[in-house]
């Protein structure tokens, strides 16, 4: 066919200049989603593709450019142009369209592509987020060239002391060739890519190196670190000649670096991804291979495949998740059946909960003598670029007690509302996320955008993220047929803060049973629901202990701070300490023979003789539980018998506590 297109390439020069290029279509993932007129790439996967320039060989032998970038409005759309030979007559060309979110030609520079899709990836990472890049196609279409020429731009993104914060970066470089792995970093060491208790894939036997990071440091140490063990993995890769390159990659090559949060220790780690996978070879690129060569072509078509079949069902997934076409029976994603894809199970499971940002791109070769390798490079991308419905688009109905139903407005009026005081600013929070987007950012991106209000603290921030996650836990494994259509900012949600009279509206049409009922699952939450014509922030809260209420009273070494034997203290993230107590009862109702946790007695054998008079404040005291830290982060034990007397000077201030069934442990909620 080589023959026959060079002999005819005047032809077929003449027929693609006259080609007339048709509307863009929609893709099929658009078709899918129920020709909605108006739409949007997804925010959580970005297609580009990137034509490479014509070798100097290539040029040298005749051939044409089969890849034609379009211009203009329909910029994201490249026509391929093949050559057909017909039983009779001159050669015809047969043309097809490709659309992806983002077409980068041949005079594109690998900057260009880093700006406009890799750097947003790079500080969601840096979040606690999960970005991916990969890189694929066939062999020789530049590949390598374009995940090394990213690698070092990440390296200097990384390193040069431009993203919020401080981290601790640690680097790890595997290869995979066929089913076997090998630890690049550590003399191409055989490792295992295993899943754990918890489904989560862990690399066992790869070595993870850190790179010396920090705000005082000269970041060109930090980037030179990195970039050294990036060039010692690239040197010990696999590559062998074969007809079409030289020095073709015989494996997938996974650059991961894993980005730590010492300010968050209980926050899970961002990731960054970058995947260099190895080129694909149809039968023509084989001809000359020897038996081994035919084997490792046999294995990076087979693990391609999978990847494919990967790409297939979680484009289709997706698109019925946004259709709201909700089914118990899910798309099948076979990523358990190749090392590539278990390695990168976060972005095609479809039970991931973690939220995680992936670029492809697809690395097109333009002659016309490999137009068909660059088709099916370009209609497995263009099955993976994933559309959403905007303004125009059908529109789901928003429910109170359901986040994933919320647009922008729903979402900052119940921010608004349910943020504890001082409230979050939602503009900051979310300034232009909807429910679904929310839910997805990462644990430390969203702490970190609630702490940019004024007042703040990284306590009340973390119980906000909570208190909105178990919201959205709770309406995902509610009865479907209790939903409603009211919006949060007028509607009680469970552990919400709201005003009495709309405890009391809520409450008007119930039987006792229906009223009980709605009182239980209000207790859920050491916050005080009962009927006050005044709302309970805007009376002081020593004037309104109750039985039930959780106080902090902080602890300052050296100023006097009172110390309660057997009640472990808690380390906050500003360095200072405290005490959490469960109110009980006044220390004057308890009996002559109640004890603290210190074996003291509570009471004397009258009204005058409680324990604690001596002091000069005068305050009331009190019979209280102690609060211990519980084993898993942010979580808290109550534990009831063991008790101590703490008087109201000592208290410093209400914190609403909120009790996780699955869990059995208390949690910080506002």
């Known amino acids: 066919m080589e023959q026959f297109l060079l002999k005819n390439t005047a032809r077929y020069n003449k027929l693609v200049n006259e080609f007339k290029p048709p509307p863009a279509k929609k893709t099929q993932n658009a078709r899918r ?7 949007s790439a997804s925010p959580d996967i970005t297609v580009c593709a990137r034509i490479r320039p014509m070798l100097d060989e290539e040029l040298s032998q005749g051939f044409p450019e089969g890849v034609v970038p379009r211009k203009g409005v329909n910029s994201n759309t490249v026509d391929l142009h093949e050559i057909r030979r017909p039983v009779r ?15 980068f030609p041949s005079t594109s520079s690998t900057s260009e592509i880093y700006s406009s899709l890799l750097e947003p990836l790079v500080p969601w990472a840096w979040a606690g987020g999960v970005s991916t890049l990969f890189a694929y196609g066939q062999t020789s279409s530049g590949k390598t060239f374009t995940v090394s020429g990213l690698e070092r731009l990440v390296a200097d993104t990384l390193t040069n002391n ?75 890769r696999r590559t062998e000649p074969t007809k079409r390159n030289d020095s073709s990659s015989r494996s997938h090559s996974i650059c991961r670096i894993r980005i730590e949060n010492p300010a968050l220790p209980e ?41 494919k079949d990967c790409i297939r069902g979680r484009a289709m997934l997706d698109a019925d998740n946004l259709a709201g076409k909700g089914t118990s029976k899910k798309a099948y994603v076979p990523f358990r059946q190749s090392a590539l894809t278990k390695t990168l199970k976060h972005v095609f499971d479809p039970s991931s909960v973690r939220a995680c940002k992936t670029v492809v791109v697809a690395c097109v070769n333009p002659c016309a003598a490999d137009v068909g390798a660059s088709k099916n490079t370009l209609r497995y991308a263009e099955m993976l670029s994933v559309v959403l419905p905007v303004s125009g688009g059908r529109k789901g109905k928003v429910d109170a007690a359901v986040p994933a139903s919320w647009d922008n407005q729903t979402l900052r009026a119940w921010i608004d509302k349910n943020s504890g005081t001082p409230p979050v600013s939602s503009a900051l929070l979310a300034p232009f996320e909807t429910g679904p987007q ?27 993220q909570s208190k909105f996650w178990r919201l ?23 552990g919400g803060s709201g005003t009495t009279p709309v405890l009391t509206a809520a409450m008007e049409n119930m039987s006792e049973d229906e009223i009980l009922a709605h009182r239980m699952e209000r207790l859920e939450s050491s916050e005080d629901i009962e009927t006050d014509p005044a709302p309970a922030t805007s009376v002081p809260f020593k004037e309104r202990i109750r039985p039930g209420m959780v106080v902090r009273c902080n602890f300052h070494y050296g100023d006097g701070s009172k110390y309660w034997r057997g009640a472990p203290l808690i380390h906050a993230a500003d360095g200072g300490s ?29 009204e005058d003789e409680l324990k604690g008079k001596e002091t000069d404040s005068g305050g009331e005291k009190y019979l209280c539980s102690i609060v211990s830290p519980g084993l898993l982060p942010g979580s808290y034990v109550i534990s009831l018998w063991r008790q101590v007397v703490v008087g109201t000077e000592d208290m410093d201030s209400e914190v609403l506590m909120e009790h996780d069934v699955a869990t059995r442990y208390y949690y910080l909620t506002v």
Not at 89 to 103: A, E, H, R, Y
Not at 207 to 219: G, K, R, V
């Open 472 to 494: 959205h836990f709770d309406s995902s494994h509610r009865d479907p047929s209790k939903s409603g259509g009211d919006t949060p900012s007028n509607t009680e949600t469970p």
């Open 578 to 606: 405290y005490n959490l107590f469960v109110v009980l009862c006044p220390a004057a109702a308890v009996g002559n023979r109640v004890r603290d946790v210190a074996g003291e007695k509570v009471r004397g054998s009258s």
């Open 438 to 464: 929310l839910i997805r950012l990462p644990v430390a991106e969203f702490i970190s955008r609630c702490m940019k209000t004024e007042g703040v603290s990284l306590e009340q921030a973390q119980a906000f």
């Open 267 to 307: 926050a899970e780690d961002g990731l960054l991804f970058l995947v260099d996978l190895a080129g694909s070879e149809d039968a023509r690129d084989k001809e000359d291979h020897d038996p081994a060569r035919m084997k490792e072509a046999r294995e990076i078509n087979s693990s391609l495949s999978v990847l």
């Open 33 to 39: 989603v129920g020709e909605l007129e108006t739409t």
């Open 89 to 103: 007559g001159p050669p015809g060309i047969n043309s097809s369209s490709f659309t992806v979110d983002k077409i």
């Open 162 to 236: 431009s993203l919020p914060g401080e981290r601790k970066l640690f680097i790890s470089i595997i290869e995979l060739a066929g089913q076997s792995c090998y630890d690049l970093l550590n003399g191409r060491k055989k490792i295992s890519v295993l899943e754990d208790s918890l489904g989560n894939t862990q690399l066992a036997g790869a070595a993870e190196h850190l790179i010396p990071l920090s705000q005082d440091q000269a970041a060109e140490e930090g980037k030179a670190t990195l970039l050294e063990w990036i060039d010692t993995a690239s040197a010990l």
